[in-house]
T-cell receptor, first 113, second 113 residues
């Protein structure tokens, strides 16, 4: 119940294309869904996050789509760039205080020039 | 978001020895955490570092192996004790705030030989 599933494990996209990463969860108590971006040799950095009271959130080229009934959420990267090449982790948390925080297994994105 | 300085950034250690990793935050934070990230894998929470009291460990992690100190609201240490090659991993310090979610340090890449 505490797991967050993430797919695909790896993704190769051409420059300018759309990258889509999907996550699914079981625990309906989750109420905070962030995405983290990690470059090699660096810690993960918060990219964008959503709460279940909205179905979509957009920040620049990054959009989270959230489907509460299906218990799924996804990250869309529009106009993907080689600089977006990184590992992306979805996560879920039960409360606002950082505890009960679960990460997905990660997606390694490669954007070809 | 908070700025986290983590030291050392990497180390190669002999089996049976111990390594202490330091985490310094540029502002007072309530919640500090230590994570482990094995190569190519997701993040696993080791423990919550509690200021002025014993850390709270997750299942599979024990104080004798991973003693943690948190003397104040800006500093914590994680010790990896009696190391074996299986402890080779990246260890990440993290803090949580309501505004910025999780912020991670750059991590300590540990290799045990």
């Amino acid at each position: 119940q505490q797991q967050v599933k993430q797919s695909p494990q790896s993704l190769i996209v051409q420059k300018g294309g759309i990258s889509i990463i999907n996550c699914a969860y079981e625990n309906t108590a989750f109420d905070y869904f962030p995405w983290y971006q990690q470059f090699p040799g660096k810690g993960p950095a918060l990219l964008i996050a959503i709460r279940p009271d909205v179905s979509e959130k957009k920040e620049g080229r990054f959009t989270i789509s959230f489907n509460k009934s299906a218990k799924q959420f996804s990250l869309h990267i529009m106009d993907s760039q080689p600089g977006d090449s990184a590992t992306y982790f979805c996560a879920a948390s039960i409360d606002n205080y950082g505890q009960n925080f679960v990460f997905g297994p990660g997606t390694r994105l490669s954007v070809l020039p | 978001s908070a700025v986290i300085s983590q030291k050392p950034s990497r180390d190669i250690c002999q089996r049976g020895t111990s390594l202490t990793i330091q985490c310094q935050v540029d502002s007072q934070v309530t919640m500090m955490f230590w994570y482990r990230q094995q190569p190519g894998q997701s993040l696993t929470l080791i423990a919550t570092a509690n200021q002025g009291s014993e850390a709270t460990y997750e299942s599979g992690f024990v104080i004798d192996k991973f003693p943690i100190s948190r003397p104040n609201l800006t500093f914590s240490t994680l010790t990896v004790s009696n190391m074996s090659p299986e402890d080779s991993s990246i260890y990440l310090c993290s803090v949580f705030s309501l505004n910025y979610g999780y912020t991670f340090g750059s991590g300590t890449r540990l290799t045990v030989v």
